[in-house]
């Protein structure tokens, strides 16, 4: 039998030139080479390349750019000298405002051909910081001695190497300027080989690093630990195992929030806590939800997938009564202690698995004027399979994946409701990433609004 390597094709040698027709949804150009489709990496549509292939399969080959023959007026030099090599960004050499057009087409073209919706209205883009805008990451740890150092950063695109990064041009600049500084700091540890990852998290005043280990670490350790804290002023976690074991190291009472400007909220959260990653963003964010919710004074709003509740505290300030429900009980517990912080009273949470059958809740049987949608990757099908159990006459849907939103929007539109508008927002600018917000209006009065079924 032959061996798994001696069945790959063969790779052609050398360079070839290519013209880019589109790109990809990962950020590569898409040229078409004797009617077959080939990915360049670094290439950007209509721009002439010569390129290298690096593998070639049955359906499509796949390449490198080695030289841009004819650049693409969109085209800048990316500000980190690590963008090509780099898996945390893929648009770098994409100007923004291109960026954000890209990620609209993406959202429009995902919402017609998943959900047969076309908005009624294309909501203005939100745009926040470009750079230094990250504040929570996950960062790998490894320690090469060949390389005569520790690793810390993202890995390789498309590779399952971590990238020898020097600095972060996206991450917080607490945390991005200084990966040297935590590569020498973990290198100096006698359980260096132990440090499996870095998870960062960025309040409004102060920046937390949860260490994760996968042996104890000795006094010494500590202390190194602890003294580089002090020196950044930082706040150092330990988490020996899941996510239940994290303690804080230095210093011993440390508190993370942020505040919501528009409503006079301050949010408490823990470093391990879902929270979202651009805090300009998010002030935006939660301003249009509530602005798009056009929530009157005696309305029950639902907002579902609360988390911590980032929109249901701010939603409370202007409703009669919100339901928050949330899958994960530690985050409830945050969101309740988060309305008490905050004086907020007319909010009543609720924990529940969202994606399975939830036809028997209690929170879903009473009914509810509007109801705002923040799901995960996944999205938020069964809950949009028994929409008409819930009734809101408007729906704020903020999506992370627009293709489990347009898969959602089909199966609100075939219970009757109407996408009044749509729009991206730059959570995650020099990525694919496209966060974007719908607006949902019940219409009564609309029969045979499509033939996709529910299960679609």
């Known amino acids: 039998m032959a061996s798994k390597r001696s069945r790959r094709r063969p790779v052609p040698k050398g360079l070839f030139e290519a013209r880019i027709d589109s790109f990809s949804s990962d950020a590569r150009g898409i040229a078409h080479i004797d009617g077959k489709a080939t990915f360049i990496e670094g290439a950007l549509p209509g721009e002439k390349v010569l390129f290298g ?24 030099k990316p500000k980190c000298p690590h963008a090509m090599v780099c898996g945390g960004c893929s648009l770098q050499h994409l100007n923004a405002r291109a960026q954000i057009e890209l990620k609209q087409q993406s959202l429009l073209a ?94 409004d005043d102060k920046t937390a690093l949860v260490f994760r280990h996968l042996e104890t670490l000795g006094a010494d350790d500590l202390t190194k630990l602890e003294t580089y804290a002090r020196k950044y002023n930082q706040i150092i976690y330990l988490q020996p195992g899941g996510v239940e074991t994290v303690r804080p190291l230095w210093p011993k009472n440390p508190e993370l929030t942020y505040r919501l400007e528009s409503f006079d909220i301050y949010m408490s959260f823990l470093p391990t806590d879902f929270i979202q990653i651009n805090a300009s963003i998010n002030q935006k964010m939660v301003s249009r939800v509530v602005e798009l919710l056009e929530i009157q004074a005696n309305e029950s709003v639902l907002d579902v997938f609360c988390g911590i509740g980032n929109f249901t505290s701010a939603i409370a300030r202007k409703a009669g009564s919100v339901t928050g429900v949330e899958g994960d009980a530690r985050l409830i ?10 004086g907020i009273a007319n909010i009543q949470y609720h924990v529940a698995d969202l994606f399975e059958d939830i036809t028997d809740q209690a929170w879903i049987k009473t009914g509810h004027d509007k109801m705002l949608l923040d799901p995960p990757r996944p999205g938020a099908r069964e809950v949009v399979r028994e929409i008409a159990r819930i009734n809101p006459s408007r729906i704020v849907y ?28 730059d959570m995650f600018p020099h990525t694919m990433h496209v966060e974007s917000i719908a607006v949902f209006e019940k219409r009564n009065d609309t029969p045979g609004l499509t033939t996709m079924k529910l299960d679609k």
């Open 53 to 76: 292939y690096i593998r070639s399969k049955s359906k499509y080959d796949e390449g490198m750019v080695e030289q841009i023959l004819e650049p693409s007026p969109d085209r800048v």
């Open 333 to 342: 517990e945050r969101a309740r202690k988060n309305s008490i912080d905050n």
């Open 398 to 425: 903020v999506s992370c994946h627009s293709a489990t939103m347009a898969r959602d929007a089909g199966i609100l539109k075939c219970q009757g409701y109407h996408c009044l508008m749509a729009g991206v927002m």
């Open 110 to 203: 995902d919402l017609l051909r998943i959900g047969e919706v076309v908005p009624d209205e294309i909501l203005k883009p939100m745009i926040g910081d470009n750079w230094g805008y990250r504040r929570k990451a996950r960062l790998g740890v490894r320690d090469v001695p060949a390389k005569g150092r520790v690793l810390v950063g993202f890995r390789e695109a498309r590779g399952r190497y971590l990238a020898e990064l020097e600095s972060c041009a996206v991450l917080h600049p607490s945390v991005g300027e200084h990966l040297m500084d935590l590569s020498e700091l973990i290198g100096r540890l006698d359980a260096r080989s132990s440090i499996a990852q870095i998870e960062v998290a960025i309040s």
